[in-house]
T-cell receptor, first 109, second 114 residues
């Protein structure tokens, strides 16, 4: 599996966009980028995934660089309920996911 | 819509006692099922996964075992709990969608071994 690097923590102001970076410089051509988040004391929640094109859904947008060595998850209007640990995972089309330490995002009023 | 249930939500067990955690999924057929453990302040560790009834794969050696007696039922067991078995246990399911797999997690069971 390609290894991912995320900042350990970041703060964001409520109502502003939160941009979460992830480096995956060893990603191979058939590996997808997945994002999950885990709110305290709950199970992880799927957010979005992509291969090379940018993706958007009702929760977030995923921007993948052209060389695919990094990506950014964008929460367009962060709310207090978005406070969570965000995991960036790179995986081939396989049903097993490996969760690292993630980024602890704190949204402040 | 699909839902996943886990019980109990919390459990306190003495060392050496047995364990049985149950997970059931509704609204889908032949899902892949998973058991994860999360120690306090740590990431998730995949313990077991199953691609079908009676098919269990173990990711790490331990004193836990898993069984899948029915298509949408996944059970995590232990004959004798250790202190190190304490943690947050999560069940998840996934199906292939458009060439990729998305995993959906249950609410978890917080186990404290005393």
């Amino acid at each position: 599996d390609a290894k991912t690097t995320q900042p350990p923590s970041m703060d964001c102001a409520e109502g502003r966009a939160a941009n979460l970076p992830c480096n995956h410089s060893t990603i191979s051509g058939n590996e997808y980028v997945y994002w999950y988040r885990q709110i305290h004391s709950q199970g992880p929640q799927y957010i979005i995934h992509g291969l090379k094109n940018n993706e958007t859904n009702e929760m977030a947008s995923l921007i993948i660089t052209e060389d695919r060595k990094s990506s950014t998850l964008i929460l367009p209007h962060a709310t207090l309920r978005d406070t969570a640990v965000y995991y960036c995972i790179v995986r081939y089309n396989d049903y097993k996911l490996s969760f690292g330490a993630g980024t602890t995002v704190t949204v402040r009023a | 819509s699909q839902t996943i249930h886990q019980w109990p939500a919390t459990l306190v067990q003495p060392v050496g006692s047995p364990l049985s955690l149950e997970c059931t999924v509704e609204g889908t057929s032949n899902p892949n099922l998973y058991w994860y453990r999360q120690a306090a302040g740590r990431g998730l560790q995949l313990l077991f996964y199953s691609v079908g009834i009676g098919q269990i794969s173990s990711e790490v050696p331990q004193n836990l075992s898993a069984s899948r007696p029915q298509d949408r039922q996944f059970i995590l067991s232990s004959k004798k709990l250790l202190l190190s078995d304490s943690g947050f246990y999560l069940c998840a399911w996934s199906v292939q969608i458009g060439g990729t797999y998305e995993q959906y997690f249950g609410p978890g069971t917080r186990l404290t071994v005393t």
